[in-house]
Nanobody
Framework: QVQLVESGGGLVQAGGSLRLSCVAS????????RSWYRQSPGKQREWVAT???????NYADSVKGRFTISRDNAKNTVYLQMNSLKPEDTAVYLC?????????WGKGTLVTVSS
């Protein structure tokens, strides 16, 4: 099993920045991709960004140029640097890890962007 714990959410004004963190623990050997998703009330879960084992990154069009995903393997941690935040970025942000075809999820951290 893989356990994921997110942190770093909070309330920020539009145009501001936040950095989210996701620490992985447990049976982490074999994780081949780490991702961030987000979910707003009444909306489907939305993919935000992914970083794979080769450090190749991909982003949703809605966040490209504003968000950056990175990782620190020594700390088993993935980050999401979010700049130029907009009210529509308000959501619970969830960390995801993929391992041998299985998906693991954290409980999420709430990001609220005020206008």
């Amino acid at each position: 099993q893989v356990q994921l714990v997110e942190s770093g959410g909070g309330l920020v004004q539009a145009g501001g920045s936040l950095r989210l963190s996701c620490v992985a623990s447990g049976s982490i050997f074999g994780i081949n991709a780490r991702s961030w998703y987000r979910q707003s009330p009444g909306k489907q879960r939305e993919w935000v960004a992914t970083i794979n084992s080769g450090d190749i990154t991909n982003y949703a069009d809605s966040v490209k140029g504003r968000f950056t995903i990175s990782r620190d393997n020594a700390k088993n941690t993935v980050y999401l640097q979010m700049n130029s935040l907009k009210p529509e970025d308000t959501a619970v942000y969830l960390c995801n890890a993929q391992k041998f075809g299985s998906h693991y999820w954290g409980k999420g951290t709430l990001v609220t962007v005020s206008s």
